[in-house]
Each structure stands twice: as structure tokens, then as C-alpha cells.
T-cell receptor, first 112, second 115 residues
Framework: GDSVTQMEGPVTLSEEAFLTINCTYT??????LFWYVQYPGEGLQLLLK?????DKGSNKGFEATYRKETTSFHLEKGSVQVSDSAVYFC???????????FGTGTRLQVFP | EAGVVQSPRYKIIEKKQPVAFWCNPI?????LYWYLQNLGQGPELLIR????????DSQLPKDRFSAERLKGVDSTLKIQPAKLEDSAVYLC?????????????FGPGTRLTVT
């Protein structure tokens, strides 16, 4: 079945460092891809999305490009802030069932 | 606008006891989801409602788990009897009817500890 694999955390960075969180997927067909963020004590929030190959999703300085050839959707940010500390989940939406399938999450810790 | 409300936020019970979680979706949202999130894992769908109807409960362990959404608004998820392995976070989410699944809004979750 469909699945998502993302890098284990925690990822620990200093403020203004460059961030990459890797995500790869396995799916039949052409899924949509997402990154969600979960801040401490809050619910998951959609951060960005891409619905077809070569699409780039972006929001709040974060970007991810849908790479069909490498089945990847890596999350990047050029300069992280302390306020970006959270857990980030990569996810896909099954084309047939419209069901969300999540990765295991990656905790990001940013220190001043 | 109020978000998805869940209660309680934390619950500790002994194994074999029953437990119930409550969710109130965003006003006007017809679709309601319950997810299970084990420690270090992503959320997994347990059940999806469209109004009062459970349209996908294929992942709900029906021997001990039950859910209801009697008036198509708030919902209750119950476990009876609880087992140690049920310790997890239970998430509720909602969306407007007809929206794609990624357009759902999540609540903060209920963290269950079974001792």
C-alpha cells in the first residue's frame, strides 16, 4: 500500500541555519503531497501542498517540490527561527480513497 | 472562529476500564474524522463521518472501539475495555462537506495513558 518515509529526528539547528527534512513516498498512481506542522499543544496544520509532479508548494518561507522521478518531497527553509520549532509530518493523499497517509514525523528544535 | 475542540486533553486510566473522548468540530463542518497517533508515529485514520453516517470505519477495531455522531455535530469515541497498547493520542479533525481530505482542521488531541 501507499506509504511515506521521512527522516528521523530530532533535527537540531541554530537560528538562521538552513533546514532540510527529507521525505520519500511509495504510491500507485499520482498522489497529492503535503507537509503538516504540529506546534506544541496544538493540532496539526497544513503547511504546504503540491498536487502534481514538479509543483512547488510554499508557505511561511518553507518550500517543497514534488519530484516524481525520485518520489520525494523534501521540506526546505533557508533561515529557520526559534518559532519554527515543531514536529513536521509529510503526508500523501491517496488518489482513489482521498485518505491521508502520514509519515512518522520529524521534530525540529531551533536554538537561539 | 473556534477550532476543533476535544476533551479531555489528558486521561489516565487502568487497563480494562472504559474511556470516552469527545470532539466538537468547527461549526458547519459536516465531515468528522478520528485518528490514532501512537508515540513517534503519524496519525492513522480510525473513522470518518459524513454527517451522522460512518462512511469509512475500516480501520476501527470494532471489538473494543466504538464511535457515534448522533446528531451529525459532536462525536464520541469510546474504548471498552482499554488495553495498555491503547496508550496514544486520539485526534479529531473536521472539514466542510465535499472538501478534499487535506482541507481538514485538526484538534489538539486527547492523550490517553493506560496503566
Amino acid at each position: 500500500g501507499d506509504s511515506v518515509t521521512q527522516m528521523e529526528g530530532p533535527v537540531t539547528l541554530s537560528e538562521e541555519a538552513f533546514l532540510t527534512i527529507n521525505c520519500t513516498y511509495t504510491a500507485t498512481g499520482y498522489p497529492s503531497l503535503f507537509w503538516y506542522v504540529q506546534y506544541p499543544g496544538e493540532g496539526l496544520q497544513l503547511l504546504l501542498k503540491a498536487t502534481k509532479a514538479d509543483d512547488k508548494g510554499s508557505n511561511k518561507g518553507f518550500e517543497a517540490t514534488y519530484r516524481k522521478e525520485t518520489t520525494s518531497f523534501h521540506l526546505e527553509k533557508g533561515s529557520v527561527q526559534v518559532s519554527d520549532s515543531a514536529v513536521y509530518f509529510c503526508a500523501l493523499s491517496d488518489q482513489n480513497t482521498d485518505k491521508l497517509i502520514f509519515g512518522t514525523g520529524t521534530r525540529l528544535q531551533v536554538f537561539p | 472562529e473556534a477550532g476543533v475542540v476535544q476533551s479531555p486533553r489528558y486521561k489516565i486510566i487502568e487497563k480494562k476500564q472504559p474511556v470516552a473522548f469527545w470532539c466538537n468540530p468547527i461549526s458547519g463542518h459536516n465531515t468528522l474524522y478520528w485518528y490514532l497517533q501512537n508515540l513517534g508515529q503519524g496519525p492513522e485514520l480510525l473513522i470518518r463521518y459524513e454527517n451522522e453516517e460512518a462512511v469509512d470505519d475500516s480501520q476501527l477495531p470494532k471489538d473494543r472501539f466504538s464511535a457515534e455522531r448522533l446528531k451529525g455535530v459532536d462525536s464520541t469515541l469510546k474504548i471498552q475495555p482499554a488495553k495498555l497498547e491503547d496508550s496514544a493520542v486520539y485526534l479529531c479533525a473536521s472539514s466542510l462537506e465535499g472538501q478534499l481530505s487535506y482541507e481538514q482542521y485538526f484538534g489538539p488531541g486527547t492523550r490517553l495513558t493506560v496503566t
